[in-house]
Protein backbone atom coordinates (compact mmCIF):
# COMPACT_ATOMS: atom_id res chain seq x y z
CA UNK A 1 0.00 0.00 0.00
CA UNK A 2 1.44 3.26 -1.22
CA UNK A 3 0.96 6.06 2.09
CA UNK A 4 2.13 9.16 1.82
CA UNK A 5 3.72 10.00 5.87
CA UNK A 6 3.63 13.01 8.43
CA UNK A 7 6.53 13.65 10.51
CA UNK A 8 6.60 11.03 13.24
CA UNK A 9 4.24 10.66 15.70
CA UNK A 10 1.27 11.59 12.90
CA UNK A 11 -1.44 9.28 10.92
CA UNK A 12 -0.12 8.89 7.32
CA UNK A 13 -2.89 9.91 4.43
CA UNK A 14 -2.74 6.27 2.62
CA UNK A 15 -4.01 5.83 -1.07
CA UNK A 16 -7.02 4.24 -0.26
CA UNK A 17 -8.35 7.21 2.01
CA UNK A 18 -7.17 9.84 -0.50
CA UNK A 19 -8.98 8.09 -3.70
CA UNK A 20 -12.29 8.11 -1.39
CA UNK A 21 -12.21 11.44 -0.59
CA UNK A 22 -11.91 12.55 -3.96
CA UNK A 23 -14.73 10.03 -4.81
CA UNK A 24 -17.35 12.09 -2.21
CA UNK A 25 -15.67 15.26 -3.77
CA UNK A 26 -17.04 14.38 -6.98
CA UNK A 27 -20.78 12.77 -6.09
CA UNK A 28 -20.65 16.01 -3.69
CA UNK A 29 -20.62 18.24 -6.79
CA UNK A 30 -22.23 16.39 -9.00
CA UNK A 31 -25.32 16.70 -6.53
CA UNK A 32 -24.52 20.49 -6.73
CA UNK A 33 -25.04 20.90 -10.50
CA UNK A 34 -28.53 19.30 -10.40
CA UNK A 35 -29.62 22.03 -7.78
CA UNK A 36 -29.86 24.95 -10.54
CA UNK A 37 -31.28 22.83 -13.32
CA UNK A 38 -34.11 21.37 -11.13
CA UNK A 39 -34.38 25.22 -9.01
CA UNK A 40 -33.46 27.62 -11.89
CA UNK A 41 -36.38 29.66 -11.58
CA UNK A 42 -35.55 30.79 -8.24
CA UNK A 43 -33.20 33.63 -7.40
CA UNK A 44 -28.95 33.27 -6.49
CA UNK A 45 -29.97 33.65 -2.49
CA UNK A 46 -32.78 31.31 -2.69
CA UNK A 47 -31.10 28.42 -3.83
CA UNK A 48 -28.03 28.74 -1.52
CA UNK A 49 -30.07 27.29 1.35
CA UNK A 50 -31.10 24.10 -0.92
CA UNK A 51 -27.39 23.65 -2.17
CA UNK A 52 -26.23 23.85 1.31
CA UNK A 53 -28.96 21.22 2.16
CA UNK A 54 -27.79 19.03 -1.17
CA UNK A 55 -24.42 19.26 0.02
CA UNK A 56 -24.68 18.55 3.88
CA UNK A 57 -26.95 15.20 2.61
CA UNK A 58 -24.39 14.23 0.25
CA UNK A 59 -21.77 13.71 2.64
CA UNK A 60 -23.63 12.17 5.21
CA UNK A 61 -25.09 9.74 2.62
CA UNK A 62 -21.16 9.48 1.78
CA UNK A 63 -20.24 8.64 5.47
CA UNK A 64 -22.76 6.35 5.71
CA UNK A 65 -21.61 4.47 2.66
CA UNK A 66 -17.91 4.37 3.67
CA UNK A 67 -18.43 3.05 7.47
CA UNK A 68 -21.03 0.62 5.42
CA UNK A 69 -17.91 -0.99 3.49
CA UNK A 70 -15.39 0.14 6.03
CA UNK A 71 -13.47 2.42 4.03
CA UNK A 72 -11.79 5.51 5.61
CA UNK A 73 -11.40 8.95 4.49
CA UNK A 74 -8.89 12.23 4.78
CA UNK A 75 -10.89 15.22 5.86
CA UNK A 76 -7.87 17.33 4.46
CA UNK A 77 -8.22 15.49 1.49
CA UNK A 78 -11.66 16.22 0.42
CA UNK A 79 -11.02 20.19 1.46
CA UNK A 80 -8.10 20.49 -1.22
CA UNK A 81 -9.91 18.18 -3.20
CA UNK A 82 -12.88 20.64 -2.84
CA UNK A 83 -10.51 23.94 -3.48
CA UNK A 84 -8.73 21.46 -6.98
CA UNK A 85 -12.45 21.10 -8.25
CA UNK A 86 -13.63 24.91 -8.14
CA UNK A 87 -10.31 25.89 -9.20
CA UNK A 88 -10.51 23.24 -12.06
CA UNK A 89 -14.24 24.01 -13.10
CA UNK A 90 -13.28 27.47 -13.34
CA UNK A 91 -10.43 27.78 -15.23
CA UNK A 92 -12.76 25.46 -17.81
CA UNK A 93 -16.09 26.80 -17.74
CA UNK A 94 -16.39 29.96 -15.49
CA UNK A 95 -13.59 32.21 -16.58
CA UNK A 96 -14.64 35.17 -18.52
CA UNK A 97 -12.47 38.07 -17.50
CA UNK A 98 -9.16 39.46 -16.52
CA UNK A 99 -10.20 40.44 -13.50
CA UNK A 100 -10.74 36.43 -12.38
CA UNK A 101 -7.14 35.92 -12.26
CA UNK A 102 -8.16 37.36 -8.45
CA UNK A 103 -9.68 34.16 -7.57
CA UNK A 104 -7.39 31.93 -9.49
CA UNK A 105 -4.32 33.63 -7.45
CA UNK A 106 -6.35 33.04 -4.19
CA UNK A 107 -6.99 28.99 -5.02
CA UNK A 108 -3.01 28.78 -5.77
CA UNK A 109 -2.81 30.88 -2.54
CA UNK A 110 -5.32 28.43 -0.47
CA UNK A 111 -3.59 25.40 -1.79
CA UNK A 112 -0.01 26.52 -0.30
CA UNK A 113 -1.64 27.49 2.68
CA UNK A 114 -3.08 24.25 3.21
CA UNK A 115 -0.15 22.04 2.27
CA UNK A 116 2.06 24.38 4.78
CA UNK A 117 -0.58 24.06 7.71
CA UNK A 118 -0.98 20.20 7.20
CA UNK A 119 2.65 19.62 7.11
CA UNK A 120 3.73 22.54 9.60
CA UNK A 121 4.48 22.87 13.11
CA UNK A 122 1.70 24.53 15.03
CA UNK A 123 3.85 25.03 17.83
CA UNK A 124 5.34 21.78 19.39
CA UNK A 125 5.82 21.88 22.90
CA UNK A 126 9.28 20.13 24.47
CA UNK A 127 8.60 17.26 26.88
CA UNK A 128 10.10 17.67 30.41
CA UNK A 129 11.47 14.52 32.18
CA UNK A 130 11.33 16.18 35.46
CA UNK A 131 8.02 14.90 36.85
CA UNK A 132 8.14 17.46 39.14
CA UNK A 133 8.44 20.54 36.95
CA UNK A 134 5.66 19.43 34.43
CA UNK A 135 2.08 18.24 36.13
CA UNK A 136 -0.22 16.53 33.62
CA UNK A 137 -3.50 16.20 34.20
CA UNK A 138 -6.01 14.71 31.51
CA UNK A 139 -9.69 15.48 30.52
CA UNK A 140 -11.21 12.12 28.67
CA UNK A 141 -13.72 13.37 26.74
CA UNK A 142 -12.16 16.00 24.88
CA UNK A 143 -9.50 13.67 24.67
CA UNK A 144 -6.78 16.31 25.73
CA UNK A 145 -4.16 16.20 28.57
CA UNK A 146 -3.40 19.50 29.93
CA UNK A 147 -0.14 20.22 31.03
CA UNK A 148 1.13 23.10 33.85
CA UNK A 149 4.60 24.26 34.25
CA UNK A 150 6.52 26.78 34.88
CA UNK A 151 8.65 27.22 31.71
CA UNK A 152 5.71 26.06 30.13
CA UNK A 153 2.35 28.20 29.40
CA UNK A 154 -0.80 27.31 27.96
CA UNK A 155 0.51 23.54 26.77
CA UNK A 156 -2.05 20.77 25.79
CA UNK A 157 -1.45 17.27 24.92
CA UNK A 158 -3.71 16.45 21.87
CA UNK A 159 -4.35 12.37 21.96
CA UNK A 160 -5.68 12.58 18.10
CA UNK A 161 -1.63 13.53 17.14
CA UNK A 162 0.31 12.68 20.22
CA UNK A 163 1.80 15.68 21.18
CA UNK A 164 1.90 18.72 23.03
CA UNK A 165 1.10 22.32 21.42
CA UNK A 166 1.71 25.19 23.02
CA UNK A 167 -1.30 27.86 22.56
CA UNK A 168 -3.19 24.56 21.75
CA UNK A 169 -6.59 25.81 20.85
CA UNK A 170 -8.30 22.42 19.10
CA UNK A 171 -7.30 20.16 16.46
CA UNK A 172 -8.89 20.36 13.10
CA UNK A 173 -9.93 17.46 11.44
CA UNK A 174 -10.62 18.88 7.95
CA UNK A 175 -7.27 20.44 7.66
CA UNK A 176 -5.36 17.58 9.55
CA UNK A 177 -3.29 19.32 12.37
CA UNK A 178 -3.69 20.99 15.67
CA UNK A 179 -3.79 24.93 15.67
CA UNK A 180 -1.12 26.33 18.09
CA UNK A 181 0.93 29.13 18.44
CA UNK A 182 2.44 29.06 15.28
CA UNK A 183 -0.59 28.38 12.91
CA UNK A 184 -3.19 30.32 14.84
CA UNK A 185 -2.96 33.17 12.31
CA UNK A 186 -2.45 30.86 8.80
CA UNK A 187 -5.27 29.14 10.08
CA UNK A 188 -7.53 32.07 10.26
CA UNK A 189 -6.05 33.06 7.00
CA UNK A 190 -7.39 29.92 5.23
CA UNK A 191 -11.01 30.18 6.96
CA UNK A 192 -11.35 33.87 5.37
CA UNK A 193 -9.75 32.36 1.77
CA UNK A 194 -12.34 29.47 1.60
CA UNK A 195 -14.78 32.08 2.94
CA UNK A 196 -13.91 34.62 -0.17
CA UNK A 197 -13.59 31.65 -2.66
CA UNK A 198 -16.86 30.15 -2.04
CA UNK A 199 -18.53 33.66 -2.50
CA UNK A 200 -16.74 34.62 -5.44
CA UNK A 201 -17.38 31.23 -7.24
CA UNK A 202 -20.72 31.35 -6.28
CA UNK A 203 -21.64 34.94 -8.08
CA UNK A 204 -19.05 33.95 -11.20
CA UNK A 205 -21.09 30.68 -11.37
CA UNK A 206 -24.49 32.66 -11.43
CA UNK A 207 -23.54 34.78 -13.79
CA UNK A 208 -22.63 32.17 -16.68
CA UNK A 209 -25.84 30.20 -15.64
Request: hydrophobic share 50%; aromatic share 8%.
Amino acid sequence: MVSLHFEKGRCGLKLRPLLASFVVVLLSHLTLTAVPHLFGSITVTSMLPIAATVMVSTYALAGWFRRLLGITASAPAVVTGHVMFLFGVHLTINRKALLDTFLEVECILLLIGLYRFVYGDPGLAIESSNNAVLGVTSNPELGLKFKSSILLSRVRHCNLCNRSVKGFDHHCPAFGNCIGQKNHRLFMLLITLLITMESMYAVRASQCM
